[in-house]
């Protein structure tokens, strides 16, 4: 994976300057973000494809997560450009899940591994994976259970900067007579941990911020502000479809009728 650092190192650039685009109301922002996603789409499933020449050293729990983050990056990048299509929701929350038993799979991984050496550096990894396990979680239920969402999300925070904060202090963990660093066991992972952690903790801080008004909502003027409060209104589980049909959807194609209808006149 360490081929492709310069490239996600790239694409969190663009993603910030996405975010800050859309933040000072500069309509282009939204695109940098969603061609970001898409990128990211593309990456894992190029990731996927290459692991089957590399069979050695690529399992199948890395292979199931790839899948999840390349149908979940696909979703997010449809949310971004206003594509939206029947049991989306589903196949989100089914991807969200799937990534999610890969991720326990890998803390379990871990546990082993490490308690054999050493019982503290096997806690303070399991607190690592635990978190991202968090943030899955608080990222896949929204639709389902909007009120574990936040909690979840809140936990996953703690827990990596608990993680931070032990493995600075701790230094060294003893591990056959080898002295080994957390950050570094951490840094140095050869899977997406620290990729999935970086962008958890990029929209938590983001989510944060704007909570407390210190910075503004994205934005778009493609839409009417209330398009984008009836997509959260579904997106978060507050309304039900009625025959198969969310508002926002049925207000996006009012919308585009009327746009169409004036266009030509």
Excluded: C
């Excluded at 009417?224 to 978060?236: G, W």
Aim: proline share 2%; glycine share 6%.
């Amino acid at each position: 994976m360490k081929n492709y650092n310069t490239l996600y190192y790239l694409l969190f650039v663009l993603l910030i300057m996405g975010a800050f685009s859309s933040m000072a109301q500069n309509n282009y922002g939204n695109g940098i973000l969603g061609g970001v996603a898409v990128v990211f789409a593309l990456l894992f499933s190029f990731q996927l494809a290459e692991s089957f020449r590399t069979k050695a050293t690529t399992t199948l729990v890395d292979r199931v997560e790839l899948v999840s983050l390349a149908v979940i990056s696909s979703i997010l990048a449809l949310r971004v450009f206003y594509i939206h299509f029947q049991f989306v929701e589903t196949i989100f929350i089914v991807s969200g899940m799937t990534l999610l038993f890969a991720r326990l799979s890998k803390l379990i991984t871990a546990w082993r591994t490490y308690s054999a050496r050493n019982n503290a550096l096997a806690l303070v990894m399991s607190a690592f994976h635990s978190s991202i396990i968090l943030y899955v979680v608080s990222m896949t239920v929204v639709p389902v259970g909007p009120a574990f969402a936040e909690p979840a999300g809140m936990a996953a925070f703690a827990l990596i900067i608990a993680f931070a904060i032990v493995a600075y202090f701790a230094k060294d963990f003893m591990v056959g007579g080898e002295k080994v660093s957390a950050l570094r066991i951490a840094a140095r992972s050869s899977d997406r941990s620290v990729i999935l952690l970086s962008l958890f903790l990029v929209f938590t801080t983001y989510m944060g911020l704007t909570k407390i008004g210190v910075l503004p909502r994205l934005y778009s003027d493609e839409y009417p502000q209330m398009y984008f409060q009836l997509v959260n209104q579904a997106e978060t589980g507050n309304e039900k479809p009625v025959e198969g049909e969310y508002q926002h959807e049925a207000f996006k194609k009012a919308y585009d009728r009327f746009i169409e209808r004036n266009a030509k006149k």
